[in-house]
């Protein structure tokens, strides 16, 4: 059976020399021994003001890279006109972490109306987002990080986002066996570089396609599997890789779901969404204790059976309730171990482990576990055999 593992294959190494000459072209412009000063900023709703603590890891990830690492906190409440002030003296902060977009656009709350430092477009073009390197400055929240281009130290602060990817819970990586070895840096990088056909050519006849979203033109540094789950039949990797972008670089993590039907694996979902990559993966090992290593393939489940809402409709809640759910009856076959419920949206999907508590049990689950997109979803279920087999119910459509 697959498991997580610490060893290093080739490509691994080749991916993180490639990670590290992206930020060593950068270094060249950075001097060594600079302070990259990183200003916090706290809710227009609360009017806090947010720890200033280093996180450990990015301290000695800057230290690593050359450089010193210094932050301030300060309230929302005028703040633009600091940030403003700092601009026009040249000693602008080279990264901004934030929990509220308000910061940047500008917002009016219970405690007054609070400028945006990105509200005028003159200004806006000078932010570059910051995803996965510098989210430990959030702690537990979830929020923004920015640098800006016309910081004092803005060249080390890159630098510092586009270092080789590190691997969540402090992995070190993960061993990738034969064909996977190949397929999956591949189709994770084609999957963000927005390459279609890239991806085509390992697609899965059962996987859903949904209409991809409008991206900024991406390249891919280098990458670094974190995570392999399954059997020889069904397999789940887990992989971060650095990227550059027009208005984006940092650290992005993706998951590649693979089946073997025959001879060769198959694409079955390539997610981007942060509770796929997140508590998704946390359910993995639970999966994978239940698939045989060895087991000979039966016939396969008899799939799940969708039972409400309706295709086209979003779950309506009951009365007092805040949000609706979706229902299903799980496969009557005994030898399905799991199941996983998928929703796709625009090139992505959000899975989330439910196990069956006996063949032809009711499972469910919230609207509240989706965000708000405005476009359309597709859902179905995935009933899971021991062997890693997999039968699919309808799938069904909503707008959400």
Same mark, same amino acid.
């Given at each position: 059976?697959?498991? !997580?593992?610490?060893?290093?294959?080739?490509?691994?190494?080749?991916?993180?020399?490639?990670? /590290?000459?992206?930020?060593?072209?950068?270094?060249?412009?950075?001097?060594?021994?600079?302070?990259?000063?990183?200003?916090?900023?706290?809710?227009?709703?609360?009017?806090?003001?947010?720890?200033?603590?280093?996180?450990?890891?990015?301290?000695?990830?800057?230290?690593?890279?050359?450089?010193?690492?210094?932050?301030?906190?300060?309230?929302?409440?005028? &703040?633009?006109?600091?940030? &403003?002030?700092?601009?026009?003296?040249?000693?602008?902060?080279?990264?901004?972490?934030?929990?509220?977009?308000?910061?940047?656009?500008?917002?009016?709350?219970?405690?007054?109306? &609070?400028?945006?430092?990105?509200?005028?477009?003159?200004?806006?073009?000078?932010?570059?987002?910051?995803?996965?390197?510098?989210?430990?400055?959030?702690?537990?929240?979830?929020?923004? !990080?920015?640098?800006?281009?016309?910081?004092?130290?803005?060249?080390?602060?890159?630098?510092?986002?586009?270092?080789?990817?590190?691997?969540? *819970?402090? =992995?070190?990586?993960?061993?990738?066996?034969?064909?996977?070895?190949?397929?999956?840096?591949?189709?994770? !990088?084609?999957?963000?570089?927005?390459?279609?056909?890239?991806?085509?050519?390992?697609?899965?006849?059962?996987?859903?396609?949904?209409?991809?979203?409008?991206?900024?033109?991406?390249?891919?540094?280098?990458?670094?599997?974190?995570?392999?789950?399954? *059997?020889?039949?069904?397999?789940?990797?887990?992989?971060?890789?650095?990227?550059?972008?027009?208005?984006?670089?940092?650290?992005?993590?993706?998951?590649?779901?693979?089946?073997?039907?025959?001879?060769?694996?198959?694409?079955? /979902?390539?997610?981007?969404?942060?509770?796929?990559?997140?508590?998704?993966?946390?359910?993995?090992?639970?999966?994978?204790?239940?698939?045989?290593?060895?087991?000979? =393939?039966?016939?396969?489940?008899?799939?799940? !059976?969708?039972?409400?809402?309706?295709?086209?409709?979003?779950?309506?809640?009951?009365?007092?309730?805040?949000?609706?759910?979706?229902?299903?009856?799980?496969?009557?076959?005994?030898?399905?171990?799991?199941?996983?419920?998928?929703?796709?949206?625009?090139?992505?999907?959000?899975?989330?482990?439910?196990?069956?508590?006996?063949?032809?049990?009711?499972?469910?689950?919230?609207?509240?576990?989706?965000?708000?997109?405005?476009?359309?979803?597709?859902?179905?279920?995935?009933?899971?055999?021991?062997?890693?087999?997999?039968?699919?119910?309808?799938?069904?459509?909503?707008?959400?």
């Amino acid at each position: 059976m697959m498991a !997580t593992s610490c060893s290093r294959p080739r490509f691994v190494a080749v991916a993180t020399a490639m990670a /590290v000459a992206g930020a060593l072209s950068l270094l060249s412009s950075a001097t060594a021994g600079e302070t990259i000063r990183v200003w916090k900023i706290g809710s227009p709703d609360s009017g806090d003001t947010p720890p200033v603590t280093v996180p450990l890891s990015l301290r000695q990830e800057s230290t690593r890279s050359g450089f010193r690492i210094t932050v301030e906190a300060f309230p929302a409440r005028g &703040f633009a006109a600091m940030f &403003f002030d700092a601009v026009a003296r040249n000693a602008a902060p080279d990264v901004l972490a934030f929990d509220n977009f308000g910061v940047m656009n500008g917002m009016t709350t219970g405690l007054g109306r &609070f400028d945006g430092i990105g509200a005028e477009p003159a200004m806006r073009q000078h932010f570059v987002q910051v995803t996965g390197a510098f989210d430990q400055l959030l702690g537990r929240k979830y929020g923004w !990080t920015y640098l800006f281009a016309l910081s004092p130290n803005h060249a080390a602060a890159r630098a510092l986002a586009l270092t080789a990817p590190p691997c969540p *819970n402090g =992995s070190s990586g993960t061993m990738l066996h034969g064909e996977l070895a190949e397929i999956v840096p591949r189709v994770a !990088t084609a999957h963000l570089e927005g390459d279609a056909i890239g991806v085509q050519g390992y697609s899965d006849p059962d996987r859903l396609l949904t209409p991809r979203a409008g991206r900024d033109n991406l390249r891919v540094g280098g990458l670094r599997p974190c995570g392999l789950w399954g *059997n020889e039949r069904l397999a789940v990797a887990l992989v971060n890789a650095s990227y550059e972008a027009e208005t984006t670089l940092g650290h992005r993590r993706v998951l590649l779901v693979l089946r073997k039907p025959s001879f060769q694996w198959r694409l079955l /979902v390539a997610a981007r969404d942060p509770i796929s990559t997140d508590g998704f993966v946390n359910d993995l090992p639970r999966v994978a204790a239940v698939l045989a290593a060895d087991a000979q =393939s039966r016939a396969l489940p008899i799939p799940a !059976t969708l039972l409400s809402p309706a295709s086209g409709d979003f779950p309506t809640p009951l009365s007092g309730e805040r949000f609706g759910t979706f229902k299903w009856r799980s496969s009557p076959s005994a030898d399905v171990v799991t199941e996983i419920a998928e929703f796709a949206y625009k090139d992505d999907a959000r899975l989330f482990v439910a196990p069956p508590k006996r063949p032809e049990s009711r499972g469910q689950l919230s609207s509240g576990q989706l965000w708000h997109t405005g476009d359309a979803w597709y859902w179905r279920i995935w009933s899971v055999s021991r062997a890693g087999d997999v039968a699919f119910s309808e799938a069904r459509t909503f707008r959400h």
